[in-house]
């Protein structure tokens, strides 16, 4: 089995900054993508960020230029450098591991249980 353990969320004032982290622990042989959604309420999961396992790296139009995904392939972890947030940004964040295969071959993804980030303005 495979667990995420998210943190760094909080609030902040617009303007500000935050960094979030994901860390996968368990059975893990390898894992395709790491990455960042959001939900805000009345919304749908959107996007925010996601990197690749060969770094190649995705971002939502409504963020590029703010915000800054990176991986660390040996520890599993996934981290959204977050910079001059706005009151629009105010979501739960959730991060995500897709294509996890385990050292039994099954291949999966993954979500974390969430994490809130509040911009006040």
């Known amino acids: 089995q495979v667990q995420l353990v998210e943190s760094g969320g909080g609030l902040v004032r617009a303007g500000g900054s935050l960094r979030l982290s994901c860390t996968a622990s368990?059975?893990?042989?390898?894992?395709?993508?790491m990455g960042w959604y959001r939900q805000a309420p009345g919304k749908e999961r959107e996007l925010v960020a996601r990197?690749?396992?060969?770094?190649?790296?995705k971002y939502a139009d409504f963020v590029m230029g703010r915000f800054t995904i990176s991986r660390d392939n040996a520890k599993n972890t996934v981290t959204l450098q977050m910079d001059s947030l706005e009151p629009e940004d105010t979501a739960v964040y959730y991060c995500?591991?897709?294509?996890?295969?385990?050292?039994?071959?099954?291949?999966?993804?993954?979500w974390g249980q969430g994490i809130q980030v509040t911009v006040s303005s």
């Open positions: 995500k591991a897709d294509g996890v295969r385990d050292h039994l071959g099954l291949l999966r993804d993954y």
């Open positions: 368990g059975s893990i042989f390898s894992i395709n993508g």
């Open positions: 990197v690749h396992s060969t770094g190649s790296t």
